[in-house]
């Protein structure tokens, strides 16, 4: 296989080089991001393509660059910016993709007025050493892609008129539970119905259950989490609200859960559900528990690429 | 003049002076460079034309167009003496043409050599550790061969000997024209 990585391709002291060389090696290491969302992890046929054709070198850089980063954009938008997240502050997590803004920005080591961006027009020469050395920074930055994860859950109901209480209508909905696995938004809640509302007896209580029991992710075939693979779960109340908020192994908004060395991210403890909802009224259902507004899940697929910063730093 | 057609029955030793006459009828017919003349042998053909600068010694080798970084015969009238001159064939100025490498530009000035049988070319290096590039122009034998592909190599005319008139000819490979470097990654 072809050697891949910076240095092949003449990184970082493209200077002077022939355009198609470190053009060439920008267009596999951009080919490379895209492996984490394609259905195989094929690096022989990046290192055997060759992207640009030789001949057609000279062509305006200009252009080429301008086609270039409409590429790498498009990539860069679906990575983690792990550079703002704070890992140890899930609660400063916002938007955890990078935007193109701040990669060209963090690509430029933070001074604006370097950034080469084709698209203002400010890319001069052709074939400008400066835009090509801020690519290779943002491509280093892209580590973060996203993972698939599944969670398990147990759900069941009591929808009969003979539970004379909410805890005999949760208990009668838990003996019924069946279990099933989803890839949405996670949760574990109780959503307790006065019986009359349904059409039942006075008296009678209803209810709807659904017990998170883990959340994992799964991993592409041969890639091993080694502590860089995170979930990112934020976190409300069963009724949208922080005082309906009540569970154990999460807490209320943003949670962050390393993958263990099985991918599994969190399993949540049997406890008693139920305990501490309201008890319903008429026209007036209650709610106990959690749900999830958003779930997305990151691995650092560093160990994998082969165009990255072999010196350790995040951009150089 | 041109020798007679070979005859069935000729005796192959007659053939080396059958030969040798065909060598010295074309070194006679073969065209020479004169006063005002310049004759450029190319892969396609020879291409005839006047010098445009009159009063100028000796025979020149540009490529037709008058410019930068023309490559010309040039002969001192009084001493005879032949040099090699790399020059702006358009103006009678110090500087043979501006070689522009991204926002970089260099003011080159007028060279000469002594007349040698090779090529005339522009050497580009750059030094990877500060960037700064080195343009060289050199009349030598032959092209350098190097594996360095930051070293751009660029051929403005090649100079020819004829051994047997001893004269010297020049023709213009490179159009004449200031130089920019294009393709490479550059500041």
Redesign the interface.
């Known amino acids: 296989m072809q050697e891949l990585n910076w240095q092949a391709f003449g990184f970082p002291l493209v200077a002077f080089l022939p355009a198609w060389k470190p053009a060439e090696g920008l267009q596999k290491a951009l080919a490379e991001r895209l492996l984490p969302f394609a259905e195989t992890w094929d690096i022989e046929t990046i290192a055997e393509t060759t992207f640009l054709p030789l001949l057609d070198e000279c062509r305006a850089g200009r252009e080429w660059s301008l086609a270039f980063d409409r590429e790498l954009r498009s990539v860069a938008e679906r990575y983690l910016n792990h550079t703002k997240l704070d890992l140890t502050d899930p609660a400063e997590w916002s938007n955890p993709l990078w935007t193109w803004e701040d990669l060209l920005l963090a690509a430029a080591e933070g001074e604006e007025k370097r950034i080469a961006d084709p698209e203002k027009g400010d890319l001069s020469p052709e074939w400008n050493l400066e835009w090509a050395i801020q690519r290779m920074r943002a491509i280093n930055l892209l580590c973060y892609a996203p993972v698939p994860y599944l969670y398990d859950y147990l759900s069941g109901s009591t929808h009969n008129g003979e539970p004379s209480s909410p805890s005999a209508s949760i208990s009668a909905a838990l003996k019924g539970e069946e279990p099933g696995t989803g890839s949405g938004l996670p949760a574990s809640y109780v959503n307790n119905i006065y019986g009359p509302d349904h059409g039942w007896r006075e008296g009678s209580y209803c209810c709807n259950v659904v017990v998170c029991k883990k959340i994992y992710a799964t991993l592409p075939e041969g890639f091993t989490p080694d502590g860089n693979v995170w979930l990112f779960l934020d976190v409300t109340g069963a009724d949208g609200s922080e005082q309906g908020f009540s569970g154990s192994g999460v807490t209320f908004g943003m949670n962050r859960f390393p993958a263990d060395a099985e991918g599994v991210f969190v399993t949540f403890p049997d406890n008693n559900i139920g305990s501490g909802v309201a008890w319903p009224t008429r026209d007036h259902p209650t709610w106990g528990g959690w749900k999830s507004t958003s779930c997305q899940a990151f691995a650092d697929y560093s160990s994998l690429f082969h165009f990255k910063n072999e010196s350790g730093g995040e951009t150089s | 003049m041109i020798p007679r057609k070979l005859l069935r029955g000729d005796k192959f030793t007659s053939l080396y002076d059958l030969w040798n006459q065909m060598i010295d009828h074309l070194y006679e017919i073969r065209p020479v460079a004169g006063s005002g003349i310049q004759i450029q042998r190319m892969p396609a053909g020879m291409r005839f034309s006047a010098t445009a600068r009159g009063g100028s010694s000796g025979s020149g080798g540009s490529f037709g167009d008058l410019g930068p970084f023309a490559v010309t015969l040039e002969e001192n009238a009084e001493t005879k003496k032949q040099t090699v001159k790399m020059h702006n064939s358009a103006s009678d100025g110090e500087i043979a043409g501006l070689v522009t490498?991204?926002?970089s530009r260099f003011e080159i000035k007028n060279q000469e050599w002594a007349p040698a049988a090779g090529i005339v070319f522009c050497d580009?290096?750059?030094n990877?550790e500060s960037?700064e590039?080195q343009v060289l122009f050199s009349l030598a034998e032959k092209l350098p061969e190097t594996t360095d592909?930051?070293r751009?190599i660029l051929r403005l005319a090649e100079v020819t000997c004829d051994k047997d008139q001893k004269t010297y000819s020049v023709a213009q490979i490179r159009a004449v024209g200031d130089i920019e470097v294009?393709?490479?990654?550059?500041?």
Do not use: D, H, P, Q
């Open positions: 490498i991204g926002s580009i290096t750059c990877a960037g590039y592909e930051k751009y294009l393709g490479r990654w550059v500041k």
